[in-house]
């Protein structure tokens, strides 16, 4: 009896409050803007525990450094800046880039670091039209087929990028038989996927093989002996944090340094790892957007700037993270301010071209920088360090590489079933 | 007359409960109704859990796999084979019953520590297949675009959405833990040799509990993908399991409100504590040591006890607990005798 009063009572009172409900809606929808006057909040997402907890720092670092080295503040708006930690985990960076535009009400979200994090927070963003300034996610398609057009890549990269002229030099030098071996995951997919584009795809080189190992691969043994007996003239490799670490460490146990070439993508040797790394790196070769051995006066400014406040060199997060704060704060600057008409300052943000330490930057129509890329060599500074210093320079790098975008759009994202090889752009009719 | 005067105190205080949920749209702003949403579909999966683990006393630790598969199966189908909602909820509801009772009869022959370790095992399965199958759930960058039904994309209409299904879920669960098939589930869970002798077929009720259990889960998983708009193996790995399980643990397993408790504490910490605290998981830590040491049964355990320990003493959940002690031995010959 009693249960049967309950339940019927229940329904009749939800059904009741649910057709209020649905007559009108609450007040106040989300995203409510600044005014121009007050202080301009940044939301910034980055790692600060976990496994991306040491590239996370680097990008606050970066970030901060370019706010203390030049005024604090742009158009007469003070900068403040918030810092969330995502802990390297897509719900939560989804979570906190709620928190900063639906409850601190930021003018732009800054970061993450992790792909999916990106994603995720870029697909949040679109809803929200809040602005998102990317220097660090380098996912393919975040620029590409999958565009959100209010986040923009601020001093960023897709991952396949730098790698499309690494694969046409890496055939300038001779190369004609490579093995390679890449993380088995999206970004070193993309990464692998960008080197045989040009090196196979386009020029003609052979993949001897291609080996996958899992991210957190303790012992590279059982790859590494499979090397030799390939056939192949040089290897290219892409592992990420630890396991670069690891990698380049059983590269030089084996005894094949300085015997077979080995042709790094871009963070294998990045400088946030050769910190870790003795003379088991020097010499190595691996391309990239950033090369802090770079002479121009921008890159050595900033690299002694950075030195002096936190005793290490910038790695490619730090000297990203800084590039995007000179970058939004000219973008600022044009619409004196004035952020809160958000198309105006995201088309002033997307014609701004600037010189900074990665390069001369400017973006293309899809969101994504056009970018100087690096060949680089690590080498012993005098202070005893070891940095990334150029060997060959290509500037004006697009995303799309020289395909163009129509052309390049053809294709799938790089994944373990594209890699750019001839056959498979023979099975796609692009070639 | 006690009985009674429980019973209106219990239908004001739901009713007032209720009255809240469907005001909270007008009394906060958009980032509380968000993360009310979030607490109720932790919470349906938190209850799911507890149906197993609390009633019928086999803990699954891969009810976040099951319900990656609902989330998984309809954020395909809705992002990128183009279906509508309706039939994509259907078929992924399918889908999750199927792989159920694929999982369930696997499990259900289990008891203890080992039901623990092969729903793990489930739950890796379908982490894996997500984190692999990158032609089909776009591996860690997940599904992208999971569009929410047109009739619910704003934030509030959405909370109207997730309200509406909590509330139906949450009764069919009542129905089922008070219906006869409950009962005997806490008879299992009691003492499996005496039920098994009684004439029950044991192991097809825990089959049934676990479809079901899986069914709801996999409802809150739809909510899931809806609600971020996006699906990805983070959200369905072991620590999402576990996370569920810490929800029940907190809130008092063995009820169905205590679950949904512990999913708005856990939801709290992480979402608006964090905000103050940046050891916030330091903080959830010591709550969960708090409650192992004084609040064995959960929140609403604890709640109860302050209630009725006047009268009484005791939990009626440490009677239980010493009903198990008395039947330890029972189920320990049972379970030799079956091995």
């Known amino acids: 009896m009693g249960r049967t009063g309950i339940g019927s009572g229940i329904v009749s009172i939800v059904v009741g409050l649910s057709l209020l409900a649905g007559a009108c809606a609450p007040p106040g929808a989300p995203g409510a803007s600044q005014k121009p006057s007050g202080p301009l909040k940044v939301g910034f997402l980055a790692p600060i525990t976990g496994t991306g907890a040491a590239s996370g720092n680097d990008m606050i670092n970066g970030w901060k450094l370019y706010w203390k080295t030049n005024a604090g503040n742009i158009a007469g708006r003070e900068v403040q800046t918030a810092y969330e930690d995502t802990a390297g985990d897509v719900n939560t960076a989804l979570t906190k880039a709620r928190q900063f535009v639906e409850q601190q009400q930021v003018d732009m979200i800054v970061g993450p670091l992790f792909a999916n994090e990106g994603l995720a927070v870029a697909d949040y963003l679109k809803t929200a039209g809040t602005p998102g300034f990317y220097p660090i996610v380098s996912a393919d398609d975040l620029t590409q087929r999958q565009r959100v057009d209010n986040v923009i890549r601020v001093a960023g990269w897709t991952s396949s990028q730098p790698h499309h002229p690494l694969g046409e030099w890496a055939y300038d030098q001779g190369y004609r038989k490579v093995l390679t071996i890449c993380a088995d995951y999206a970004f070193g997919q993309e990464v692998c996927g960008g080197f045989l584009r040009t090196f196979a795809g386009e020029k003609g080189g052979e993949v001897v093989k291609q080996l996958w190992d899992p991210v957190g691969t303790p012992d590279f043994s059982s790859y590494l002996s499979q090397i030799p007996g390939s056939g192949m003239d040089a290897v290219f490799a892409l592992q990420v944090g630890a396991d670069s670490v690891r990698f380049v460490k059983q590269w030089n146990d084996f005894g094949y340094k300085d015997k077979i070439p080995l042709i790094g993508g871009e963070v294998l040797l990045d400088q946030s790892l050769l910190r870790n790394m003795g003379p088991e790196a020097e010499g190595l070769i691996s391309a990239g957007h950033w090369a802090e051995g770079r002479p121009a006066k921008e890159t050595q400014d900033f690299d002694e700037a950075y030195l002096k406040e936190y005793n290490q060199l910038p790695s490619y997060y730090a000297a990203a993270t800084y590039s995007a704060g000179l970058w939004i704060s000219q973008g600022v600057q044009k619409v004196n301010g004035n952020t809160a008409d958000r198309k105006p300052f995201l088309d002033a943000v997307r014609t701004t071209e600037i010189d900074a330490p990665l390069g001369h930057l400017k973006l293309d129509s899809y969101g994504n920088p056009i970018a100087t890329i690096y060949v680089r060599r690590v080498e012993r500074r005098p202070d005893g360090k070891l940095w990334n210093v150029p060997i060959q320079t290509f500037e004006g790098v697009s995303q799309f590489w020289n395909f163009g975008p129509d052309k390049f759009l053809k294709q799938p994202v790089y994944s373990r079933d594209f890699q750019g090889l001839p056959e498979q752009l023979k099975g796609l009719g692009l070639k | ?339």
């Open chain 2, 1 to 339: 007359m006690n009985v009674l005067r429980l019973l209106s105190m219990h239908r004001a205080v739901l009713v007032a409960a209720l009255a809240l949920a469907v005001a909270v749209p007008y009394l906060t702003t958009s980032y509380y109704v968000s993360i009310a949403t979030q607490v109720m579909y932790f919470g349906l999966l938190a209850m799911s859990i507890d149906l197993l683990g609390g009633y019928l006393g086999l803990m699954p630790l891969g009810h976040a796999g099951i319900m990656g598969v609902a989330a998984y199966v309809m954020g395909y189908l809705v992002s990128k084979a183009h279906w509508g909602w309706p039939a994509a909820v259907v078929a992924a509801l399918l889908v999750t019953l199927v792989v159920c009772l694929v999982f369930g009869l696997l499990a259900v022959r289990t008891t203890g520590i080992f039901f623990v370790m092969i729903t793990m095992a489930e739950g890796m399965l379908v982490w894996g297949l997500a984190y692999r199958w990158s032609s089909v759930t776009g591996a860690e960058n997940g599904i992208r675009g999971v569009s929410r039904p047109e009739f619910a994309t704003l934030y509030w209409q959405y909370y109207y959405l997730v309200l509406g299904v909590f509330i139906v879920c949450a009764l069919l669960l009542t129905l089922v833990v008070r219906s006869p098939f409950g009962l005997v589930l806490k008879g299992i869970r009691e003492s499996e040799s005496r039920m098994l002798t009684l004439g029950y077929n044991v192991t097809l009720h825990k089959l049934l509990a676990f479809v079901l259990s899986g069914l709801f889960a996999g409802a809150a998983g739809l909510l899931y993908a809806w609600y971020n708009q996006f699906i990805s193996p983070s959200a369905i790995n072991i620590t999402a399991s576990t996370e569920g399980i810490l929800m029940v643990v907190l809130g008092g397993p063995g009820t169905l409100l205590g679950p949904v408790l512990g999913a708005g504490a856990i939801v709290f910490v992480k979402n608006i504590l964090s905000m103050y605290v940046t050891r916030w998981p330091t903080i959830m830590g010591l709550i969960f040591i708090a409650v192992v040491l004084f609040a064995q049964d959960g929140i609403l355990g604890a709640l109860r006890r302050a209630r009725v320990g006047r009268s009484r003493g005791e939990s009626v959940r440490s009677q239980g607990d010493r009903a198990w002690d008395a039947l330890e031995l029972e189920a320990e010959s049972s379970r030799s005798s079956s091995a």
